[in-house]
């Protein structure tokens, strides 16, 4: 199984700040078939169900603001908060989709300083 | 709108069965595939199980393969997981969910409680 690494796996933040999370597969996530990356990016907020944020690598989910941003390529990638806000907190999973089993993360816990 | 109803959870003894259910709505659940994944208490998402718009392939992880049993009721609009020989670490928030609009997973139910206890 492809496994998935998040660091930190705690992330205090400032409002109005930026924040990065990163995260790590275990082997390329890189489909040459079709050139896609398949990594996506998940926030649970608290007593919630999860939200899908980004997927395929880059693309923003619907309703989702252009604050959050993903990227990288084969084994690396990056969630980038360009501006905190109070609503952010939570915990973030990356998730693998290039083959099955899907697997996630362990979560970063993003919380308010 | 887009509707995943989870019910079925409770307490179940180790050993025993245990049927979830996912009641869809809102979209064409006959041409769309399904995913569980669930959540031990305080824990992280375990993605557990697919099953396609027809249920003719599913793929299980291997915690739960042998074990679990997905399965589907189109006309009733409704997805089902059977958990059999359920054990103490099956205890968890599951979590029915489906890829429908772009890729990733973009809808999810509120999630069932499974307590598996003696």
């Known amino acids: 199984d492809v496994v998935m690494t998040q660091t930190p796996l705690s992330l205090p933040v400032t409002p109005g700040e930026p924040a990065s999370i990163s995260c790590r597969s275990s082997q390329s996530l890189l489909d040459s078939g079709d050139g896609k990356t398949y990594l996506d990016w998940y926030l649970q907020k608290p007593g919630q169900s999860p939200q899908l944020l980004i997927y395929?690598?880059?693309n923003r989910a619907s309703g989702v603001p252009d604050r959050f941003s993903g990227s990288g390529s084969g084994t690396d990638f990056t969630l980038k908060i360009s501006r905190v806000e109070a609503d952010d907190v939570g915990v973030y999973y990356c998730m693998q989709r290039m083959e099955f089993p899907f697997t996630f993360g362990p979560g970063t816990k993003v919380d308010i300083k | 709108q887009v509707q995943l109803v989870e019910s079925g959870g409770g307490v179940v003894q180790p050993g025993r069965s245990l049927r979830l259910s996912c009641a869809a709505s809102g979209f064409t659940f006959s041409n769309t595939g399904m995913h569980w994944v669930r959540q031990a208490p305080g824990k992280g998402l375990e993605w557990l199980a697919i099953?396609?718009?027809?249920?003719?392939?599913?793929y299980y992880a291997d915690s739960v393969k042998g074990r679990f049993t997905l399965s589907r009721d189109n006309s009733k609009n409704t997805l089902y997981l059977e958990m059999n020989n359920p054990r103490a670490e099956d205890t968890a928030i599951y979590f029915c969910?489906?890829?429908?609009?772009?890729?990733?997973?973009?809808?999810w139910g509120q999630g069932t409680l499974v307590t598996v206890s003696s």
């Open positions: 969910a489906t890829q429908l609009r772009v890729a990733g997973i973009d809808y």
């Open positions: 099953i396609s718009y027809d249920g003719g392939y599913k």
């Open positions: 395929t690598l880059s």
